[in-house]
């Protein structure tokens, strides 16, 4: 079962550092009532403003299980509507019972559907905005037909799933080194805009979590970073501008997720901070999404005795979700659970009750169930059986359309190929994400001004490093990414991937090669203490040539290289962030990063070895 939120990852591997510091040191019913419901919308969809009269009369025309319906985003495998591959069939019928997206619409009348790489549903843009058209076309030809809210997992960085030709931008740690609120407004504007060409209106971006946990094994750069104010100023930019272009920004993990040193997909993470921290690190982010006037926020599969001692994930809870989210916080956009196939949320309760305990809780979009014809079944019941009442569904439902509407989605539900070719990857935005990530490659040693590196004394670099699975859409291997830059740079760049456990023949070959080399560049990933990386990284440095070191995940690696003349971090091993760390090792700019996290020393993690805020330049 794939997943989403949290789950974001893919095969990126473990996000935390797999070392132990102290995380306390760091702490329409009808067409008629639809094209009504469009013709009431002003020009700019963005600033729709819902008739919540009008809404109210749609959800009264709507079936039971029409209104069951639309509180489900459900993930479909294909990349056309109502003609996917046969395999993709093969897979829908085994995990849905449908067909195609067409089918799966015209069955279950969700209100949402997720887009996935696996799934998939991102080929290249065409295809998904063709995809998207289909899905609406689908939904709207129904009686009583109501628009999709097509949704996806576009974080940037290590979690993205539209790739290339789209533009993609670098990390939310990353952009919280770069520090800039006028950056992370631009990124959400830009990528905003071309997810709305492609048909997708909401966006599982930003993460409001405060990586306060060096150890977090799900979360890490995909968090602005350590600091609660730092990362709630970043949050309310970027929301500004997803928002500004008309796509649904989502906060999450509510009640924050930055610091468990367990992955909520295969088990049940705790949060023991106590209300007091809770206030004072977790909920600043989420305060100032709500302030910046967040469309969604996503719940957390957590369990945060502090906030409910019930034994309860924060998804099922009903005084995190209703007492606090909703009636402490003030908050009444629509609330969208992480995936309900996710461990976190599955290990008390079993998969029929999971989505009717996070109805009562006070959500609104069932995200991705194991089993939907369970679960929406489930919810069905529940209502004709008294533990939900009908009420409780119209509530949701008119949270959803209001969204639906504000996102124009009544007045406008299609995108066309002119949109796409205007909009997707164009050159404006592909020198805008360049531009951005020089702003965050982050120089933390610089021995005896070993950077910039030189063509007249340095000019063969040896490329060697882990190579970890590209994120979606990206070239990769980041090895030959970062060869291929420097070449480009003027520099005879060789490439020698090692992995992220090199044996010792490995060491070996890299060892011999680096004797031919004026220069040695070494991608690490996530190094810890017994870490062959470790290891090439000594073990080159003992050939006598300058090696430098670039941290291509957490920046927490250079306290496992204590000797390493030069570090960087990267922060993410994309294209976009490795083109500009080439950028900023041979000197075309200069570094201007600072550490969002601290970084603590690896023989006493009690004690910081380089602060938030630190960052060299040339």
């Given amino acids: 079962m794939h997943q989403t939120g949290t789950g974001s990852t893919g095969s990126t591997g473990n996000t935390g550092n797999t070392a132990q510091p102290s995380r306390r040191t760091v702490l329409a019913a009808t067409a008629g009532v639809t094209a009504a419901l469009a013709a009431a919308g002003p020009a700019c969809a963005a600033t729709a403003a819902p008739d919540d009269g009008r809404l109210r009369r749609v959800i009264a025309r709507m079936t039971l299980r029409e209104k069951v319906g639309q509180l489900f985003v459900m993930r479909v495998y294909g990349h056309s509507a109502t003609a996917p591959d046969q395999a993709d069939i093969d897979a829908n019928l085994k995990e849905i019972g449908v067909r195609t997206a067409a089918e799966l619409v015209a069955k279950y009348r969700v209100g949402g559907i997720i887009y996935f790489t696996w799934a998939h549903n991102t080929r290249e843009p065409h295809q998904i905005a063709e995809l998207s058209n289909g899905i609406q076309r689908a939904s709207l030809d129904l009686p009583r037909g109501l628009p999709v809210l097509i949704s996806t997992d576009q974080e940037h960085g290590i979690v993205a799933r539209v790739g290339r030709p789209a533009t993609l931008f670098p990390g939310a740690m990353a952009v919280g080194a770069g520090g800039s609120r006028s950056d992370a407004r631009a990124l959400g504007r830009l990528a905003g805009a071309e997810l709305r060409a492609l048909g997708v209106r909401q966006n599982y971006s930003p993460v409001a979590d405060v990586n306060v946990n060096p150890a977090n094994p799900v979360i890490g750069v995909r968090s602005f970073g350590a600091h609660p104010r730092a990362v709630a100023t970043l949050v309310a930019a970027e929301v500004a501008g997803y928002q500004g272009s008309g796509v649904a920004a989502t906060a999450k993990h509510f009640p924050g997720h930055g610091d468990t040193d367990v992955d909520s997909h295969t088990g049940f993470p705790t949060i023991r901070h106590t209300r007091e921290q809770w206030e004072r690190l977790d909920a600043p982010p989420f305060r100032s999404a709500i302030a910046a006037g967040i469309d969604s926020i996503m719940t957390a599969h957590l369990m945060v005795p502090a906030l409910d001692d019930s034994g309860d994930p924060a998804t099922l809870s009903h005084p995190i979700v209703t007492g606090i989210l909703r009636e402490r916080l003030g908050y009444d956009g629509v609330v969208v659970t992480d995936s309900l196939g996710m461990e976190g949320v599955r290990t008390k309760y079993g998969d029929d009750r999971v989505p009717v305990l996070a109805l009562k809780a006070g959500v609104d979009q069932l995200l991705n169930p194991p089993d939907l014809d369970l679960a929406w079944n489930a919810v069905l019941a529940a209502v004709r059986g008294g533990e939900l009442t ?79 699975a590209s994120p979606s859409g990206t070239t990769g291997p980041p090895t030959g990414v970062l060869a291929s830059a420097l070449t480009g ?11 992220t456990a090199p044996t010792t023949a490995t060491i070996a070959r890299a060892v011999a090669a680096a004797r031919e080399a004026d220069a040695v560049i070494a991608l690490t990933y996530n190094v810890t203490a017994g870490s062959g990386q470790r290891t090439l990284v000594e073990q080159l440095m003992a050939v006598g040539r300058p090696v430098v070191a670039v941290a291509i995940r957490n920046p927490y690696d250079v306290a496992r290289l204590p000797s390493v003349p030069a570090c960087l971090a990267a922060y993410s091993w994309t294209d976009v962030e490795l083109r500009a760390a080439a950028r900023v090792i041979v000197g075309r700019v200069k570094p201007r990063g600072k550490l969002p996290v601290p970084v603590q020393r690896a023989d006493d993690p009690r004690q910081v070895l380089y602060p938030i805020g630190h960052g060299l330049t040339y």
Avoid at 408 to 426: C, K
Avoid at 489 to 499: H, I, N, S, Y
């Fill in 390 to 468: 009908e009420a409780r569904l119209d509530a949701s439902v008119l949270r959803i359309l209001r969204l639906k509407t504000k996102l124009g989605l009544f007045r406008a539900p299609y995108v066309s190929r002119d949109g796409v070719d205007r909009t997707v990857g164009v050159r404006a935005h592909l020198k805008a994400a360049d531009r951005i990530a020089e702003r965050t490659t982050t120089l933390l040693v610089n021995e005896g001004r070993l950077l910039p590196l030189s063509r007249r004394r340095h000019p063969r670099v040896l490329v060697v490093g882990a190579d970890p």
């Fill in 489 to 499: 740079l003027g520099f005879t760049a060789t490439v020698l991937p090692t992995g």
